[in-house]
């Protein structure tokens, strides 16, 4: 997927720039052709010279340094560019982009290109969490900007933290992922509902009951939908996961929560997928100070919770409806019945007591069924492989005639 790929690397300065040069070997040797901006404060830390080795290319690092008369180098450079990656981005040049600063090479270029613009912050834990950082990259977002958040670990400065730049190879990974997926995106302007994790229903202010949903199938169909080129929500219960960059994603405790999120979506989706383990009960009486301790047994008087994939089913008029069903019996026929009972499109089902398609797992063992009676049952695979195996089967359903899963 990278061969003859053009890639605009810009390098800023941190320790973190010897992780460049090994992706800009990477991606080389992977058939991109890759040219690099190097800020001065990168300079300090690698030579130029090394990444012209590895690149096979001129090194750019000064706004005035002409390298050819007959174009203007910041902006050939930016129309170039099928993709352009900053990596390392440190705190000083999110700054500046969030603000329309242009006084190097990299900040100029990047104000004149027009190609998806990705950014791969890392720097001291502290300083990513600063509220004028986190302000600068939430600005960046809103103009489109995908961020790969930076990960956990020991950093140069000493602090154990967020602030490690991505690796190398899952820089390429994603880099090529979304090369894949921009060859066709059958989603393309399609807005996208996709609902993850678990809810909690609140017993007092400490408890509260939820389930084993970690939320990972519904982040991965979430990646994979706005690979495909969807405008994607993601409402998301609690989970442990990173965010999905080039989502909008709003976070919810409680079923009626999710309700509400959803309802505020669904008359502009296309796609709505249900894929969250939303409570069935709740409590009836939230009690407002913690319970006590008592001598015998405590009993919870439980009422229902709004059925969202039903009523959604109720009210839906161009929509393409999706709901899950984690099954520990019977799977086929409960799911079958759902399919009908809630007036969805596609029942994607799978035994949670199989070995790989458990909760919190990195696989899962699907089974999708479809109202025309249809269904396709695929074998153990990962759960961003299961998502894009039911998006086809979505994008098959819009589109009559395509019903094939390939």
């Not at 407002?288 to 839906?316: A, F, H, N, S, Y």
Request: glycine fraction near 8%.
């Amino acid at each position: 997927m990278l061969q003859g790929k053009k890639i605009l690397l810009c390098v800023t300065g941190g320790i973190a720039v010897y992780k460049a040069a090994a992706l800009t070997s990477k991606l080389t040797q992977g058939g991109a052709r890759v040219k690099v901006i190097m800020s001065a404060s990168a300079q300090q830390f690698v030579t130029p010279l090394t990444f012209q080795a590895l690149s096979r290319h001129d090194v750019y690092t000064d706004t005035f340094d002409e390298k050819h008369p007959q174009v203007i180098a910041h902006i050939d450079l930016a129309d170039w560019a099928d993709l352009i990656l900053v990596a390392p981005a440190t705190a000083n040049m999110i700054g500046k982009l969030a603000n329309g600063i242009a006084d190097d090479m990299i900040s100029t270029t990047l104000l004149a290109a027009a190609a998806p613009v990705w950014i791969a912050p890392a720097m001291n834990v502290h300083m990513y969490e600063h509220p004028a950082v986190k302000r600068n990259m939430a600005r960046l977002d809103e103009f489109g900007y995908r961020f790969i958040e930076p990960n956990e670990g020991f950093l140069a400065c000493g602090y154990v933290g967020k602030g490690r730049l991505e690796e190398p190879e899952t820089l390429v990974h994603l880099i090529e992922d979304f090369f894949s997926a921009a060859k066709e995106q059958p989603l393309k302007n399609k807005n996208v509902v996709i609902t993850a994790g678990p809810t909690r229903e609140a017993i007092d202010p400490v408890r509260f009951l939820t389930n084993h949903s970690s939320g990972k199938m519904g982040y991965a169909l979430a990646e994979a939908a706005r690979d495909m080129g969807a405008n994607v929500s993601l409402i998301s219960g609690p989970v442990s996961l990173k965010e999905p960059a080039g989502v909008e994603i709003q976070r919810i405790q409680s079923a009626e929560e999710m309700y509400q999120a959803v309802m505020e979506r669904f008359s502009d989706a296309d796609i709505v997928i249900k894929a969250a383990a939303v409570a069935d009960y709740r409590p009836k009486t939230v009690h407002g100070d913690k319970l006590k301790k008592q001598e015998g047994d405590l009993v919870l008087e439980m009422e229902r919770t709004k059925d969202i994939l039903k009523i959604l089913g109720q009210k839906k008029t161009h929509q393409l409806l999706i709901g899950f069903a984690a099954e520990t019996d019977r799977m086929e026929e409960y799911a079958k019945g759902k399919l009908i009972s809630k007036n969805a499109d596609m029942i994607v089902a799978n035994n949670v007591k199989t070995k790989g398609a458990g909760f919190g797992g990195e696989t899962n063992i699907i089974t999708i069924y479809k109202r025309d009676g249809s269904a396709k049952e695929c074998q153990l695979m990962t759960k961003k492989e299961a998502a894009q195996e039911i998006l086809r089967e979505a994008v098959a359903e819009l589109a009559p005639g395509e019903k094939e899963c390939k």
